[in-house]
């Protein structure tokens, strides 16, 4: 696995944006430690799910949405939802059960959202589940016009549900503004990677799905974050949902009942020299966006931060018994207060501007050209152009194009391979190899 | 360049005759003329107008992006309807056999259903698919699989008997905001019509209708069987036997007050349903009879059901494991012995 390239990343990165990003992962271990702490001390009602080593994943990840993008994070992404804007008791109460608690004690760990305001949907414990509705939250905010990117992850485990394949085939068909951050930290609970998945890889799953995908160090965080603004900014401009894998490392059991044995000392040991923050400070610290007073800073803002979130959450009570009967329905005017956000014009969407030939137009079939023309042959989510002239639709747009052939016989290990228009950007990249699609092209 | 369809009102322009099957079709295809938020999502519904044709015209007039083809993917069908829920979009998902909605059992019972209850997410999407047998569909595009939902809090179930009630209700479900599984009964799809108003209705979900008023006994049914026991009813009244008839028209939440109150008059109750007998809706109502009403039961809750067995495929083996009118005929001459 290739090293940051900090010195390039450098150029793409603001002093304030290297800032935060150490911010958000110094947060997130705190919050986990601080919830280590109330799990000690009783005070955390289930289990407890660490990502000790993996904050960089969650952090820069996240970090590439904008405001108004979606994500769905795992149970092990608490740091995606810091980044998002949840507030530190609301993850503390979650844990504690406490009435206050996003979902009042329904549901605890990272198992609630906020559809009106952060736009987070919440996991389930059902791995996969969210991939094919976060492809849907993709596919209405394009309907709506809103150029939104929905973003949601996955672990090397989970990406062998039948739910992730269904999701990813669909949002990939559907070409869908959906990142997939494929989190491998090579352990489902006590299993290793390569007794779930046959690949070097996971990033080359999504050959599969004729989608790009990228494979990145996953405890460098400017990596994780410049990658991931690649993959955002591609799903915004509609070329379709792109797979991120993340490689990295979780450097504690399962949840906190699990004291990991199974994983080899070596293994461990190699990992915990690679811990993503101490590795950023080393970064920062080089590149003089860091010293001891600002960090001591950092530091102590986190503290008093905390201090006073954990206050909170401890104060607040558990939910009254009754209160398990309330809410299985939404009922009353004002239980569903979502309407869709229109930002195009209606008009496109209804009758008669909305109407099109029900047939399909198989582009380039019949005159020898489909094989090898890089015309997708049924082009969905336009209203415009099905026109059954013959040239209905759109090509294939290059990053899908990109991977769409996978000819490649072994899969690559992590390196660059990115499009000449962006070849300065960090060299983390592992898209499918691209060279046979350039070749039809060039020969059209 | 948007390629002009032509003009196919499916608006009925006054009262009209209408199968089961183009009460569906009106129903969403008024509802898609109402608000641009509802869409469809299913296997073959745009192109091809659906394996039953009950989306027939409707891409021709809304477009791909209201009427969205899939891959063989059911719970991805589910899982993007409930994510375009969220932002405000009132999805349509189609079972193009209600018998795959156990594939997306999961979505449907642990991500849909309970996200109100959990993180106060409501999930406005319906999902509605052919159900039921006697039309010789084999194990595999028969079953009556809505007791699996009747038991998931958070669903609403409705499961309709008349072209009617089907626009009314199906309208209903998607105006909800909560998930909807609507249960046709393809048996019904072309074999009944029905006189529906031109204007717009909704039928509220949750109340049962009484089809038949009677006083010796209450035949409690739904979907094909409803049929069947108003038939049976009609015999039972040449033998001086007068059953009332409920049609439950939705199965959760289940109308118990007008159960309750035809079983105060008749003090008899006659289930019939097309659902497997073991854990289907009979099993539930004799409960609520028994906590609610024992002292007006003058005789045992019985019931008329299909077998416990897979729906077998050959004529001889259905027409054995599915209830029919002489089976009410018998079970309702007993019942009104006591």
Redesign the interface.
Known sequence: MAKANGANAHKQLTRQQYLDLYYYMRLNRAVEDTMVKLFRQNKIVGGLYSSLGQEAVSVGTAYALEKKDWLAPMIRNIGALLVKGVPPRDVFMQHMAKYDSPTKGKDGTSHFGDLDNLHIVSPISMLGDLIPVMTGVAIAGRYLGQKIVAMTWIGDGGSSTGVFHEGLNFAAVQKAPFVLVLENNQWAYSTPVKLQVPLENLADRAKAYGIPSYSVDGNDVVAVYTTAAEAVERARNGQGPILLEVKTFRRMGHAQHDPAEYVPKQMRAYWEARDPIALYERFLTSEKLLDEKSKKEIEQKIETLLAKERDFAENSPLPPPEFAEHGVYCSGDDCHQIRPKWERPVSEVIPPKSGVAAVWTVAGFGSGKSAGGGSAPIHFGDTQKTGGNGKADAEVPESVAESIEAAEPKPQAVKSTKPKSSAKKPAKLAVASKSKTQARKAGR | ?????K?TDLRPAAATQVTFLEAIKQAMYEEM?RD??V?LIGEDI??Y?GAFKTSE?L????????V?D??I?????????????????R?IAEMQFIDFIVCAF??IT??VA?????????A?IVIRGPAGGGVHGGPFHSANPEMYFVHT??L?VIYPSTPYDAKGLLKAAVRD??PVLFFEHKFLYRRIKEEIPAGDYTVPIGKAAVRREGTHLTIISYAAMMHTSLEAAADLAREGIEAEVIDLRTLLPLDEETILSSLKKTNKCLVVHEDTKTGGIAGEIAAILCERAFADLDGPLMRVTALDTPVPYSPPLEEYFLPNKEKVLHAARQLAKY
């Open positions: 360049m948007a390629t002009a369809a003009e003329e641009p938020a869409v745009g192109v107008g015209g891409l021709e007039r809304f477009g791909w992006e209201r969205i899939t891959p993917s059911e719970s991805a069908i589910v899982g993007a309807a409930c994510g375009m829920s969220y932002l405000g979009l999805p999961n979505q642990n991500f309970k996200g109100h209850y959990l993180w106060n997410a409501p406005p809090p958070g609403k905001n909560n």
